[in-house]
């Protein structure tokens, strides 16, 4: 089955300790992408992936990081996590740009205190 | 820079009737793609319909189709004979054809009555 997932779906950490979500697509898309979401905003792109040791930043990167060494695998890192962090995270892939649909992980809940 | 503007935080419609979801856009891109995508309680993303800025034809699948109206920078979506399932909110999204960056407006929760 063709899938985006991520792990895990829900965290609960407290301020300052480092975590990674993972996200890992099986449709060898080129295009991988992580979003928060936050009530009254919509999805907000945080950093994105065109390919393999190619990334950018989205609209709201500051306090994250991001890696793509393999083209499946796209972690979002948080070295030091602050309680404004605290969202739905959405990882998205795709085989291209902006005529493309993105599929969605599952969603992550972390809850930063 | 792209800004999708929905200005329905929430609707209320009755199971049977059509209900359409305001959205519009502002983009500097000559060439661009307009997407929905729904979201239920349990949270997930799905994707509904895509309409591309070169397109002459209205997108349409299924019970949902896209109302675009290029000129009024305007990507209404219809939903025809709403289910109890429909229930959901619901973003209007968009992005430059050769863009990577996916532009999300706040969303419209639809409620559904029996």
């Known amino acids: 089955e063709a899938q985006v997932t991520q792990n895990p779906r829900y965290l609960i950490t407290v301020t300052g300790k480092k975590l990674t979500v993972t996200c890992s697509q099986n449709?060898?898309?080129?295009?991988m992408s992580w979003y928060r979401q936050d009530p009254g905003l919509g999805l907000r792109q945080i950093y994105y992936s065109m390919n393999v040791e190619v990334t950018d930043k989205g609209d709201v990167p500051e306090g994250y990081k991001v890696s793509r060494k393999e083209k499946r695998n796209f972690p979002l890192i948080l070295e030091s996590p602050s309680p404004n962090q605290t969202s739905l995270y959405f990882c998205?892939?795709?085989?291209?740009?902006?005529?493309?649909?993105?599929?969605f992980g599952p969603g992550t809940r972390l809850t930063v205190t | 820079a792209q800004k999708i503007t929905q200005t329905q935080p929430g609707m209320f419609v009755q199971e049977k009737e059509a209900v359409t979801l305001d959205c519009t856009y502002d983009?500097?891109?000559?060439?661009?793609?307009l997407f929905w995508y729904k979201q239920p309680s349990s949270g997930e993303m799905i994707f509904l319909i895509y309409?591309?800025?070169?397109?002459?034809q209205n997108a349409t699948e299924g019970r949902y189709s896209l109302n675009f109206q290029k000129a009024r920078k305007s990507a209404n979506l219809v939903i025809s004979a709403s289910q109890l399932g429909d229930s959901a909110m619901y973003f209007c999204a968009m992005s430059g054809i050769n863009d990577y960056k996916l532009s999300f407006g706040a969303g419209t929760t639809v409620t559904v009555r029996a």
């Open positions: 449709m060898n898309h080129e295009y």
């Open positions: 309409q591309g800025s070169y397109d002459q």
């Open positions: 998205a892939s795709s085989s291209g740009g902006g005529a493309f649909e993105q599929y």
């Open positions: 983009t500097s891109d000559p060439s661009y793609g």
